[in-house]
């Protein structure tokens, strides 16, 4: 599974993006997506996941601003943010995993196979 992920952008406060995650592969729907971040200094840290039955699961510093959906017809999962803020710039990385059974695990970025290249996401205050 090879993932390219995109849309990042700089944005002010209070501001929304739209991220794309586009995988290649025939098996996109039996894998577990999600949406890990990391800022300068910082160590990568889990924001969304969906899996493969559409079950989501969000980071308390994102629930209820950003959300993660997927179309299996595109191979391709977003990740809507809105309501945007300066702690919130980080690099975004989409991933893909096939054994990911627990909501634990699934914020695990170690459990997961496959990663994109990162698209940087600025907001400026």
């Known amino acids: 599974v090879q993932l390219q992920a995109s849309g990042g952008g700089l944005v002010q406060a209070g501001g929304s993006l739209r991220l794309s995650c586009a995988a290649s592969?025939?098996?996109?729907?039996?894998?577990?997506m999600g949406w890990f971040r990391q800022a300068p200094g910082k160590e990568r840290e889990f924001a969304a996941t969906i899996g493969w039955r559409g079950e989501l699961d969000y980071a308390d510093s994102v629930k209820g601003r950003f959300t993660i959906s997927r179309d299996n017809a595109k191979n391709t999962i977003y990740l809507q943010m809105n309501s945007l803020k300066p702690e919130d710039t980080a690099v975004y990385y989409c991933?893909?995993?096939?054994?990911?059974?627990?909501?634990?695990?699934?914020?695990?970025?170690?459990?997961?196979?496959?990663w994109g290249q990162g698209t940087q996401v600025t907001v400026s205050s």
């Open positions: 592969g025939r098996t996109f729907s039996s894998y577990v």
């Open positions: 991933a893909a995993g096939l054994s990911v059974h627990t909501y634990s695990s699934r914020r695990d970025p170690s459990e997961y196979d496959y």
